[in-house]
Nanobody, 131 residues
Framework: QVQLVESGGGLVQPGGSLTLSCAAS????????IGWFRQVPGKEREGVSC????????YYLDSVKGRFTVSRDNAKNTMYLQMNNLKPEDTAVYYC????????????????????????WGQGTQVTVSS
């Protein structure tokens, strides 16, 4: 059974940094695409960043490019989202995820990133950016 457990959320001031972690069990992350999504109450979930395992390509939401970095530590079977220069609009519940299937390059949707549809989710961790 696949389990993804996030940690690292919290309250941070604008301009600050946080690193989210997601420990995986029941699968070897090295073999899978990995993704981070976020959701604000009343809005659709959106893909923030993802990393494709076959070619190493990374994808970032336009509003986080240059500020967020997705990575993984295969030895720890853990994925990370380093978030720098955080802004109030980054406030959301953040979810780590692994995908179920490839749709197509350029596919868009609330659970799609890098062409993959994600269907295994962590429990989410709250990130609040406020002074």
């Amino acid at each position: 059974q696949v389990q993804l457990v996030e940690s690292g959320g919290g309250l941070v001031q604008p301009g600050g940094s946080l690193t989210l972690s997601c420990a995986a069990s029941g699968l070897t992350l090295d073999y899978y695409e990995i993704g981070w999504f976020r959701q604000v109450p009343g809005k659709e979930r959106e893909g923030v960043s993802c990393l494709n395992s076959n070619d190493g390509r990374t994808y970032y939401l336009d509003s986080v490019k240059g500020r967020f970095t997705v990575s993984r530590d295969n030895a720890k079977n853990t994925m990370y989202l380093q978030m720098n220069n955080l802004k109030p609009e980054d406030t959301a519940v953040y979810y780590c995820a692994t995908p179920g299937r490839f749709i197509r390059d350029g596919a868009v949707g609330p659970t799609i990133c890098g062409g993959f549809e994600y269907d295994h989710w962590g429990q989410g961790t709250q990130v609040t950016v406020s002074s």
